[in-house]
């Protein structure tokens, strides 16, 4: 329990010193190697087979492509593009994924039985670790925000700096 508070401690200190938004004015140098942004036409982004698990697939003969747009320098993001063809499959989200469809639709139940269908320009949050059925009548083509879910350890941290600001627990958006 003591290492745990010594390292919740060290996290809060360390995150005071690294703010998530620097303050207007603030030059922060870009490391070797790296880019600061990368942009693209999304219609130029090569998509590559990405077939999906065939243990996963319910009916169907789902084809799905994957275009990686962009990684975060410590891996703990991507970006990419993802399109498939008609079939219904589960899918196992093992990192948190935002998507923001693009054109067609996929009808999704969740884990907990919420089914929801989600349409060009519809936005859809996954949490990582969970199950969901997706079910595609004719085709989908979405764009994926990935993240690796943080250690419990650092939730932990990131909820006690909160605490020791005098912020009040973060809600979830209502969907």
Known sequence: MALKMLFAEF????????PL?????????VARGRRPMI???AIDLPMLPAPIDPAWIVSGTPVARLAEHSRSHDDAAVT??????AGEFNWYFGWDETVVILEGEVHVTAEDGTEQTLRAG?????????????RIDTYVRKIAFCRKPFPEPVVLAYRLRDLLRGEAPKPALAA
Do not use: E, H, L, Y
């Open 11 to 18: 996290m809060t200190v360390a995150m005071r010193a690294t």
């Open 21 to 29: 938004f620097p303050k207007s004015g603030a030059v922060r140098p």
């Open 39 to 41: 942009a693209s036409p």
């Open 80 to 85: 990419a593009m993802w399109d498939c063809t």
């Open 122 to 134: 519809d936005i859809g949050f996954f949490n990582g670790g969970t199950w969901a059925n997706w």
